[in-house]
């Protein structure tokens, strides 16, 4: 549970902001009998059901088998005479659940309605409202770190970065140098292809006595080498043949990026590594408040040359103007939930009068000027 890696906001500015938050109805619960006193309790840590014949049963909502709702309710079904069934989310966090004190629940007319602060319908908005200000945007916010983005040049000294602030470029390169080529001897496949990702190399082998889907980590094999040997050792009919001098010092991590490449007894897929580094760049305006995304070198970025970049970019902390819009857009989201969809006003008192609203409108002008301040600039 929580909210995720780059939400612009907490679900603690949340509720600070919206001050009171409506509860709602987590699960329904009751004891099958109805001799004696039967009653449940919400603790901060835990459910207490009291049976009057056979004793109390304390669930600890700690505990990693029973703190979701899902759990929770299943470990009171497992009791002898409990019933409950969900009402919210199930993957929400049963410590959320509201402090109550202990309450008859025996037999079905005393069935009990356990309430819920709704943290995980804020989680949920939250990131939804991060994912719609990113698109809008048309850029990442919040610092993540970007592996082998590709560029071209244009013939300008300057290249535009599509994520910004940029906090740190780790690496620049350009062209493509085949380290080592490979082909997959298995006649009777169906297909056999390699895909390079940022993270795995993957090989596949469909159908045949060599049939095969395997995925090697680049960053377990401190060289191409020993990547190469990897393969070998799958022995799913793949061979390789090293086309580089530095194979045994570089990293199987400075390949390139390839789509699914498909490859037979004789037709080969070239992996590649980056052919030049470069030193001579610097980020233009540095400083988060103004940065822009922009490297600029001595040098051209040559026109048709292909460049690849590791950087860091977006964030570190999130602008108020930001988070707040982020906010906003929770709370106009959790509003719309509540009302009627279709009406834009509604008067009582003499004549009725029922207006509806344009739902083609989309956001309110003022959250949309606030997210204008963060969206896309073009150098």
Same mark, same amino acid.
């Given at each position: 549970?929580?909210?995720?890696?780059?939400?612009?906001?907490?679900?603690?500015?949340?509720?600070?902001?919206?001050?009171?938050?409506?509860?709602?109805?987590?699960?329904?619960?009751?004891?099958?009998?109805?001799?004696?006193?039967?009653?449940?309790?919400?603790?901060?840590?835990?459910?207490?059901?009291?049976?009057?014949?056979?004793?109390?049963?304390?669930?600890?909502?700690?505990?990693?088998?029973?703190?979701?709702?899902?759990?929770?309710?299943?470990?009171?079904?497992?009791?002898?005479?409990?019933?409950?069934?969900?009402?919210?989310?199930?993957?929400?966090?049963?410590?959320?659940?509201?402090?109550?004190?202990?309450?008859?629940?025996?037999?079905?007319?005393?069935?009990?309605?356990?309430?819920?602060?709704?943290?995980?319908?804020?989680?949920?908005?939250?990131?939804?409202?991060?994912?719609?200000?990113?698109?809008?945007?048309?850029?990442?916010?919040?610092?993540?770190?970007?592996?082998?983005?590709?560029?071209?040049?244009?013939?300008?000294?300057?290249?535009?970065?599509?994520?910004?602030?940029?906090?740190?470029?780790?690496?620049?390169?350009?062209?493509?140098?085949?380290?080592?080529?490979?082909? %997959?001897?298995?006649?009777?496949?169906?297909?056999?292809?390699?895909?390079?990702?940022?993270?795995?190399?993957?090989?596949?082998?469909?159908?045949?006595? %060599?049939?095969?889907?395997?995925?090697?980590?680049?960053?377990?094999?401190?060289?191409?080498?020993?990547?190469?040997?990897?393969?070998?050792?799958?022995?799913?009919?793949?061979?390789?043949?090293?086309?580089?001098?530095?194979?045994?010092?570089?990293?199987?991590?400075?390949?390139?990026?390839?789509?699914?490449?498909?490859?037979?007894?004789?037709?080969?897929?070239?992996?590649?590594?980056?052919?030049?580094?470069?030193?001579?760049?610097?980020?233009?305006?540095?400083?988060?408040?103004?940065?822009?995304?922009?490297?600029?070198?001595?040098?051209?970025?040559?026109?048709?040359?292909?460049?690849?970049?590791?950087?860091?970019?977006?964030?570190?902390?999130?602008?108020?103007?930001?988070?707040?819009?982020?906010?906003?857009?929770?709370?106009?989201?959790?509003?719309?939930?509540?009302?009627?969809?279709?009406?834009?006003?509604?008067?009582?008192?003499?004549?009725?009068?029922?207006?509806?609203?344009?739902?083609?409108?989309?956001?309110?002008?003022?959250?949309?000027?606030?997210?204008?301040?963060?969206?896309?600039?073009?150098?």
């Amino acid at each position: 549970m929580g909210v995720g890696t780059y939400a612009l906001t907490s679900v603690a500015e949340v509720y600070a902001y919206l001050g009171k938050v409506p509860e709602k109805d987590a699960f329904w619960v009751y004891f099958s009998g109805t001799t004696g006193t039967n009653t449940i309790q919400i603790n901060d840590n835990s459910v207490v059901l009291v049976d009057a014949d056979n004793g109390t049963t304390t669930i600890d909502i700690t505990h990693a088998s029973y703190d979701t709702l899902t759990e929770l309710v299943a470990a009171i079904n497992a009791v002898a005479g409990w019933n409950a069934g969900l009402i919210y989310h199930g993957s929400a966090t049963s410590t959320d659940l509201i402090i109550t004190g202990a309450v008859g629940a025996e037999g079905v007319v005393n069935e009990q309605t356990i309430k819920i602060l709704p943290t995980y319908t804020i989680e949920k908005a939250i990131d939804r409202a991060t994912d719609f200000i990113e698109y809008y945007c048309d850029r990442k916010l919040k610092t993540r770190s970007y592996t082998q983005e590709s560029y071209y040049g244009n013939r300008s000294n300057k290249l535009l970065l599509d994520q910004y602030p940029v906090m740190r470029v780790i690496r620049l390169r350009s062209g493509r140098s085949t380290s080592f080529s490979i082909k %997959n001897t298995s006649t009777d496949a169906n297909f056999c292809t390699v895909e390079i990702t940022s993270t795995t190399i993957r090989l596949v082998v469909d159908g045949g006595t %060599n049939v095969d889907d395997s995925a090697l980590t680049l960053a377990t094999y401190t060289t191409i080498d020993a990547l190469i040997a990897a393969i070998a050792a799958l022995s799913k009919g793949w061979s390789c043949t090293t086309l580089a001098t530095d194979t045994s010092t570089r990293d199987a991590s400075e390949l390139l990026i390839r789509p699914s490449m498909n490859v037979t007894t004789v037709v080969q897929a070239e992996c590649e590594t980056a052919d030049s580094e470069y030193t001579d760049y610097q980020v233009i305006s540095p400083a988060e408040s103004r940065n822009y995304g922009v490297i600029e070198r001595p040098g051209v970025f040559f026109s048709g040359t292909e460049y690849f970049i590791d950087y860091t970019a977006g964030y570190t902390t999130i602008p108020a103007a930001l988070e707040q819009a982020c906010i906003e857009l929770v709370k106009y989201k959790i509003d719309q939930s509540t009302r009627d969809q279709g009406l834009k006003s509604e008067k009582l008192g003499g004549v009725y009068a029922y207006e509806k609203a344009d739902l083609k409108a989309g956001l309110p002008a003022d959250l949309l000027m606030e997210l204008n301040l963060f969206r896309r600039v073009e150098v």
